[in-house]
C-alpha cells in the first residue's frame, strides 16, 4: 500500500509541473520553447535587439575624466561603485558585441580582463587601484570602450 502511494504522489508531481525539462528557457522571465522570446524580444529580458553598453559608457567616462585630473581622488565607496560600473560596462559590451555576431579574438575579453585586474580584480574581491598606475588604467578603460565603439559602427555599416 506504501508504495502505491509513493507512486501515485510521484505521478502526480510529475504531472502537474509546470516546466518540461526540455522547455526550459535561458531567461527568468520565459519559460517553454516560446520562438517569439527570441524572435521579437520579451519586455524584461535582453534577447531585444538594443544595445546595452552605450546607456553606461557616459558615466564611466565622466568618472575616468575626474579621476584622471584629481578632482575627485578613488576613495574606497567611489572605488567600489567604479568597480562594479566597469564591470556591467565590461560585460554589456561583450553581450552587444555577440548579439552584433562579433566573437571575441581574445583580445577584448584581455583588455577587459587587465582594466577589472588594476582595480583589483573581478567580482567578489576588494577594490584596489594603485595611484601611479591610475593613468595606464584610464589609458586601457578608454582603449576598451574605443574598441568596442569602432565595433559596433562597422557592425552598423554592414547592415
Same mark, same amino acid.
Given at each position: 500500500?506504501?508504495?502505491?502511494?509513493?507512486?501515485?504522489?510521484?505521478?502526480?508531481? #510529475?504531472?502537474? !509541473? /509546470?516546466?518540461?525539462? $526540455?522547455?526550459? *528557457? =535561458?531567461?527568468?522571465?520565459? *519559460?517553454?520553447?516560446?520562438?517569439?522570446? /527570441?524572435?521579437? +524580444?520579451? =519586455? $524584461?529580458?535582453?534577447?531585444?535587439?538594443?544595445?546595452?553598453?552605450?546607456?553606461?559608457?557616459?558615466?564611466?567616462?565622466?568618472?575616468?575624466?575626474?579621476? =584622471?585630473? $584629481?578632482?575627485?581622488?578613488?576613495?574606497?565607496?567611489? #572605488?567600489?561603485?567604479?568597480?562594479?560600473?566597469?564591470?556591467?560596462?565590461?560585460? !554589456?559590451?561583450?553581450?552587444? #558585441?555577440?548579439?552584433? +555576431?562579433?566573437?571575441? !579574438?581574445?583580445?577584448?575579453?584581455? #583588455? +577587459?580582463?587587465?582594466?577589472?585586474?588594476?582595480?583589483? $580584480?573581478?567580482? +567578489?574581491?576588494?577594490?584596489?587601484?594603485?595611484?601611479? /598606475?591610475?593613468?595606464?588604467?584610464?589609458?586601457?578603460?578608454? /582603449?576598451?570602450?574605443?574598441?568596442?565603439?569602432?565595433?559596433?559602427?562597422?557592425?552598423?555599416?554592414?547592415?
Amino acid at each position: 500500500m506504501r508504495r502505491i502511494l509513493v507512486l501515485v504522489t510521484a505521478v502526480v508531481a #510529475l504531472a502537474c !509541473s /509546470r516546466e518540461r525539462a $526540455g522547455n526550459a *528557457s =535561458a531567461s527568468a522571465y520565459t *519559460s517553454d520553447a516560446d520562438s517569439s522570446a /527570441r524572435e521579437e +524580444g520579451m =519586455a $524584461g529580458t535582453n534577447s531585444g535587439a538594443e544595445l546595452e553598453a552605450p546607456r553606461l559608457i557616459p558615466a564611466i567616462q565622466n568618472q575616468l575624466n575626474l579621476m =584622471a585630473n $584629481g578632482t575627485q581622488p578613488p576613495s574606497t565607496t567611489n #572605488l567600489t561603485a567604479y568597480k562594479n560600473m566597469a564591470g556591467d560596462l565590461i560585460n !554589456s559590451m561583450t553581450a552587444d #558585441l555577440y548579439r552584433a +555576431g562579433y566573437a571575441d !579574438s581574445g583580445s577584448f575579453k584581455a #583588455l +577587459g580582463d587587465s582594466v577589472l585586474e588594476d582595480l583589483g $580584480g573581478g567580482a +567578489g574581491t576588494t577594490p584596489r587601484i594603485d595611484r601611479a /598606475r591610475l593613468p595606464q588604467h584610464v589609458d586601457r578603460m578608454q /582603449r576598451l570602450i574605443r574598441n568596442y565603439q569602432q565595433t559596433m559602427r562597422e557592425a552598423a555599416e554592414q547592415q
